[in-house]
């Protein structure tokens, strides 16, 4: 059989197809259902990145796909670890710009040690274009987004750290990286389908969350496409002004349009949502603030993050104080709102809600 020598640029990458695309793809190459499987599974589940690596697939059709088709996968450029355990993934994503991205694991431990839950915060975008004002990620910019293949490769790399040193897979998956995941709407979903497919990662969409700062359209959008994965909000604030101030999406999304979304997506889904509300001292954390909060957490049967934040160099937004996140608290829990507070891990590592960025070797378009 003579190879043909094909450009790498004219290849199909693999991962860039969805399931039934990739499904098709080999259906045209003459494979059966099965051998398709069997392709999803080395991509997804074992992670290969070379055909050669495919064993339970013949010689020749190793070296026919290796003539048509490549297999992009990102790779681990460094990591860092906190001193509770947190530890910080810098991905380098393959492409001709190298873009970097971040993920991070936060482990929870049972009194005697072994792992609990084993969560994985996932990016979805390189940059960010919605400039949220206390936000790292947001100062960098918008790069590019993620394929699904990508955001999916976080959780397969990082799966096999946890089983080798846990003994113990990803618990609990959650889409609040870098980048707005409903910016990036398609990929993230497919990306999430992948996660609970038993072929893939196989986790339960119920330990998936995807959280926005409330694009409306895909909150209804993802309410029709019955994926079962949790919702979360980035609110932040609780009432128009105040929102306006720091996230500038809620000048044309403003509360009102969430408020719809929300509603829409609990009439379609039955699942309550989540909102996370970062705490920053003197600006969202009154008692009127927490009273605004209590008739949005109304809306549809919800619960309530309240995370202390990070500081992050050049914001003037800073952490609230414990007198006042206590006060705060207690105003919630009494007008019966569930409501836990979320204090940030990895801070010694700049792993925290707020703090993803990458400050060096991200050009655009380099
Ligand atoms: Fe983007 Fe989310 Fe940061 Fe806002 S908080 S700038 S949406 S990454």
Redesign the pocket.
């Known amino acids: 059989m003579t190879k043909v020598k094909t450009d790498t640029q004219l290849k199909t990458d693999l991962k860039s197809l969805t399931k039934a695309e990739l499904s098709t793809f080999l259906e045209e190459l003459g494979l059966a259902g099965y051998r398709s499987d069997q392709v999803f599974q080395w991509l997804y589940q074992k992670g290969v990145s070379s055909f050669d690596e495919m064993t339970n697939l013949s010689k020749d059709l190793r070296a026919k796909l290796d003539e048509i088709a490549e297999v992009k996968k990102i790779k681990v450029h460094s990591k860092q670890e906190s001193s509770d355990g947190t530890i910080k993934f810098l991905f380098e994503l393959d492409d001709p710009n190298a873009y970097k991205v971040e993920a991070v694991m936060i482990p929870d431990f049972y009194p005697d040690g072994a792992a609990n839950r084993l969560t994985v915060c996932v990016s979805s975008q390189v940059g960010?274009?919605?400039?949220?004002s206390?936000?790292a990620?947001?100062k960098m910019g918008y790069f590019r987004s993620l394929t699904h293949g990508e955001i999916v490769d976080q959780v397969q790399i990082i799966n096999e750290l946890t089983e080798e040193r846990f003994d113990k897979k990803i618990t609990n998956i959650v889409y609040m990286g870098?980048?707005?995941p409903l910016h990036n709407y398609k990929a993230v979903v497919e990306s999430a389908r992948i996660i609970s497919d038993p072929l893939g990662i196989d986790l339960s969409p119920r330990r998936i969350t995807i959280s926005t700062?409330g694009l409306t359209k895909q909150i209804k959008q993802l309410a029709d496409e019955e994926i079962g994965t949790n919702l979360a909000i980035?609110l932040h604030a609780a009432d128009d002004k105040k929102r306006d101030e720091i996230?500038p999406?809620n000048e044309s999304l403003n509360l009102e349009k969430l408020e719809e979304a929300v509603k829409y997506h609990f009439m379609k889904t039955e699942q309550p949502l989540t909102y996370e509300y970062l705490l920053f001292d003197e600006f969202n954390d009154s008692p009127q603030d927490a009273h605004n909060l209590v008739k949005i957490a109304r809306w549809v049967p919800s619960k309530v993050n309240i995370i202390m934040y990070n500081n992050v160099a050049g914001v003037a937004l800073k952490r609230a104080r414990e007198e006042r996140l206590n006060k705060f608290m207690k105003t919630l829990t009494d007008q019966g709102v569930t409501a836990t507070v979320r204090r940030s891990r990895g801070d010694d590592i700049d792993a925290g809600c707020?703090q993803l960025a990458i400050r060096e070797g991200q050009e655009k378009g380099k």
């Open positions: 960010c274009m919605f400039g949220c206390f936000c990620t947001g870098m980048g707005e700062v980035s996230m999406i707020g």
